[in-house]
């Protein structure tokens, strides 16, 4: 079974600059998060869908991150315009649609704003 | 708010030293608390599904624990292969069933073992 494939897998930009990540989840795998990993803390979740739809966004900025998931399948999650405190590992993950299931968590895109 | 507590942040063994790590949590309902393993430069890789008080589940080397407040990974004599950063994190009960997914993670145990 192929796992979470994420893209790129590194990215350095300078501040005020624009990028995106994108990720492709389990297949069959209705929910998706991202997450982001501040070097040496644990993943903070800052967005949730199921299918296309979105569950939790409570710990998106979103004067500067978005995120979509079309047709409820691959997803992307933008900064614009990035800041220095952006500097992390963006992780997706993607879990089957039922509660207490697993989450499957793709390499991580490290983003370095400079 | 779900609040996941790890400690120590790092752990340094001798190969073949037994140790245990712990995670302290609060959260309104539990659904399931998840506990991984997290190479350098790699995503976390899952290993246990624990659910309820009591609940034991075992790995290799390694088992996990749980009680009400707490959980526990037990690493028994650890090889260096055993060293990565290990996760906690819960699943809280949420009113929007979906929401339940979401998982809170800890800051993380850095786990060294030396030959």
């Known amino acids: 079974e192929a796992g979470v494939a994420q893209s790129p897998r590194y990215k350095i930009i300078e501040k005020r600059q624009s990028v995106a990540f994108w990720c492709n989840p389990i297949?069959?795998?209705?929910?998706l998060y991202w997450y982001q990993q501040i070097l040496g803390q644990g993943p903070k979740l800052l967005i949730q869908?199921?299918?296309?739809?979105?569950?939790?966004d409570s710990q998106l900025p979103k004067d500067r991150f978005s995120a979509e998931r079309l047709k409820g399948v691959d997803s992307t999650l933008k900064i614009q315009p990035a800041k220095l405190e952006d500097s992390a590992v963006y992780l997706c993950?993607?879990?089957?649609?039922?509660?207490?299931?697993?989450?499957?968590f793709g390499q991580g895109t490290r983003l370095t704003v400079v | 708010e779900d609040q996941v507590t790890q400690s120590p942040e790092a752990l340094r063994l001798q190969e073949g030293e037994s140790s245990s790590l712990n995670c302290s949590y609060t959260?309104?309902?539990?659904?399931?608390l998840f506990w991984y393993r997290q190479d350098p430069g790699k995503g976390p890789e899952f290993l246990f599904t624990?659910?309820?008080a009591g609940e034991e589940k075992e790995k290799e080397r390694l088992k996990a624990t749980l009680t009400k407040k707490e959980s526990f990974l037990h690493i028994t004599a650890p090889k260096p292969e055993d060293s990565a950063t290990y996760l906690c994190?819960?699943?809280?009960?949420?009113?929007?069933?979906?929401?339940?997914?979401?998982?809170?993670f800890g800051g993380g145990t850095r786990v060294l073992v030396k030959p």
């Open positions: 993950a993607s879990s089957y649609a039922n509660l207490n299931t697993e989450a499957f």
């Open positions: 869908f199921q299918n296309n739809g979105v569950v939790d």
């Open positions: 624990l659910y309820s």
């Open positions: 994190a819960v699943q809280g009960i949420r009113e929007i069933k979906a929401a339940g997914n979401k998982l809170t």
């Open positions: 959260v309104s309902g539990l659904r399931g």
């Open positions: 297949s069959g795998h209705a929910t």
